[in-house]
């Protein structure tokens, strides 16, 4: 079996300021995503990436970039943290058919 | 684009009761409907998919029907157990040229409990 680590769990920033989440995987899958998580929200993707260096704008893309440079890693920017964007972000990966989609344990932002 | 809602917010059942969820999607293209469990503090983890090829899959306790002419889709926990205790998203996807699915819409997400 694989592992999607989400670096750091908690992150707590300033408002205005640009926050990096990252993400690695050893599943050696294709397709890596980004989804927030908020509360009675569901889940809503922001990032995807299909192969290294490739990104695809997900619902929710504008205030954050993305970065695919490697195929086991991805890693999400918040350009500039605002307070209604404190969420659970969750980073996943599946494979090119996406038969299954495996999780991160999230990271919690909170911005002060 | 698709969208995926799931109508029960919360649901309550004793324990050896059944849980049903439901959901219903948008897009007549959607064709992989996934469902993921969440514990508390921890990621989502699947729990039983169906494709449109299909009406009924059962894995052990668990029953996805689907009814593509409605377009809905529901998850069924039979002899429930309070390990059963999570939130459960339902999800939908096409399936892209080529034979890959395309990216996941989920719901909003239903807190099961299960009483003792």
């Known amino acids: 079996g694989g592992i999607i680590t989400q670096t750091p769990k908690f992150l707590i920033g300033q408002e205005g300021q640009k926050l990096t989440l990252k993400c690695q995987q050893n599943?050696?899958?294709?397709?890596m995503y980004w989804y927030r998580q908020d509360s009675g929200k569901g889940l809503r993707l922001i990032y995807y990436?299909?192969?290294?260096?490739?990104?695809q704008k997900g619902d929710l893309s504008e205030g954050y970039d993305a970065s695919r440079e490697k195929k086991s890693s991805f890693s999400l920017t918040v350009t500039s943290a605002q307070k209604n964007e404190m969420a659970v972000f969750l980073c996943?990966?599946?494979?090119?058919?996406?038969?299954?989609?495996?999780f991160g344990k999230g990271t919690r932002l909170t911005v002060v | 684009g698709e969208k995926v809602e799931q109508h029960e917010s919360t649901l309550s059942v004793r324990e050896g009761d059944s849980a049903v969820i439901n959901c219903t999607y948008t897009?007549?293209?959607?064709?992989?409907f996934p469902w993921y469990k969440q514990e508390a503090g921890k990621g989502l983890h699947f729990v039983i998919d169906i494709r449109s090829n299909v009406d009924r899959k059962q894995s052990q306790r668990l029953i996805v029907l689907l009814d593509k002419k409605a377009k809905r889709f529901s998850l069924h926990i039979t002899a429930t157990q309070p390990e059963d205790s999570a939130i459960y998203f339902c999800a939908a996807s096409m399936r892209r040229s080529g034979g890959s699915n395309a990216k996941l819409t989920f719901g909003k997400g239903t807190k099961l409990s299960v009483k003792s």
């Open positions: 996943a990966s599946s494979t090119d058919r996406g038969r299954e989609v495996f």
């Open positions: 990436s299909i192969t290294e260096n490739d990104l």
């Open positions: 897009d007549t293209a959607s064709s992989y």
């Open positions: 599943f050696n899958h294709d397709t």
